[in-house]
């Protein structure tokens, strides 16, 4: 495994559409509204959301240059989207919002760290 990643452009992808749902998660349209009341998640806090997202996806673009950098983000990404699933889970909220959204996220983020660190 490298620390670097074998290509440049997937996480590159990655940190597009996570910078996507950052600007997304400022003024959060009725479907994100829906998912983050149906996990329960305190709206005091929903600005920690678009920070996550914004480091994560600062942190992918650094790491095409810096070693380990982009492989951190990666992990961070899929451990953020693994306590949303679990969110998810553990509150019943598990409708489109869940099999789409979250669970598409977790495997865009599972499918660069293996294109990217593994293979």
């Known amino acids: 495994m490298s620390l670097l990643p074998d290509t440049w452009w997937p996480p590159a992808l ?4 996570l910078l996507g749902d950052a600007a997304m998660s400022v003024r959060p ?3 994100i509204r829906d998912c983050l009341d149906g996990v329960r998640f305190p709206r005091d806090w929903w600005w920690t959301l678009v920070v996550v997202k914004v480091l994560a996806a600062s942190g ?3 790491g095409i240059w810096a070693p380990g950098v982009a492989l951190a983000a990666n992990v961070g990404v899929i451990a953020y989207f693994l306590c949303a699933a ?5 509150a019943r909220f598990t409708g489109q919002a869940f ?3 979250c669970l598409g996220m977790l495997a865009l983020a599972v499918g660069v760290l293996v294109l990217s660190f593994v293979l």
């Open 86 to 90: 679990v969110a998810h889970i553990r």
């Open 60 to 62: 992918l673009v650094v």
């Open 14 to 17: 990655l940190a597009l559409v």
């Open 99 to 101: 099999w789409l959204n």
């Open 29 to 31: 349209p009725r479907f």
